[in-house]
């Protein structure tokens, strides 16, 4: 036997027993990771569950929440419209809520969900738990 082939031969020795380790230590290093990445909180007697944002979440709502004007200058200048951005931001980082319609049926996580809820302090409460868990300053939730 060659040493190419010795080298094969003893990897897969080590690599099939050890295959179900590894695959529990990627599936225990996966929970953790998702459970930081999620907060449970309770806003106005209902319960909700928020995710952090990727970075393409980001991107994506602040795509979705741009739009570009000219300047006197003739370059393009950014508006970022803020009500937009969290609507986008609200649907992409809420996973989870008890929040039902009055039928009693759960209410899917949609921006028309969003804007027909009541009162509209929940949903600034909202906003406010899912900007402060992704980082958004004070001075630019102010903004």
């Known amino acids: ?24 230590i990627i599936t225990m290093i996966y929970k953790i990771m998702r459970v930081t990445m999620n907060h449970e909180v309770e806003i106005m007697g209902h319960r909700l569950m928020f995710r952090t944002w990727t970075y393409g979440m980001k991107q994506e709502a602040l795509r979705e929440a741009t739009r570009w004007r000219r300047d006197p200058g003739g370059g393009l200048e950014p508006d970022v419209d ?20 009055g039928n009693g049926r759960p209410l899917p996580i949609t921006v028309e969900s969003i804007h027909g809820l009541e009162p509209p302090e929940l949903v600034e409460e909202m906003i406010a738990v899912t900007q402060r868990i992704n980082g958004v300053s004070v001075a630019e939730r102010k903004k």
């Open 82 to 101: 803020p009500w937009t951005l969290n609507d986008v931001m609200l649907v992409q980082t809420v996973v989870e809520w008890d929040l039902v319609d």
């Open 1 to 24: 036997m060659g040493t190419v082939e010795h080298a094969s031969v003893v990897w897969m020795m080590w690599i099939i027993p050890n295959f179900v380790e590894n695959v529990l």
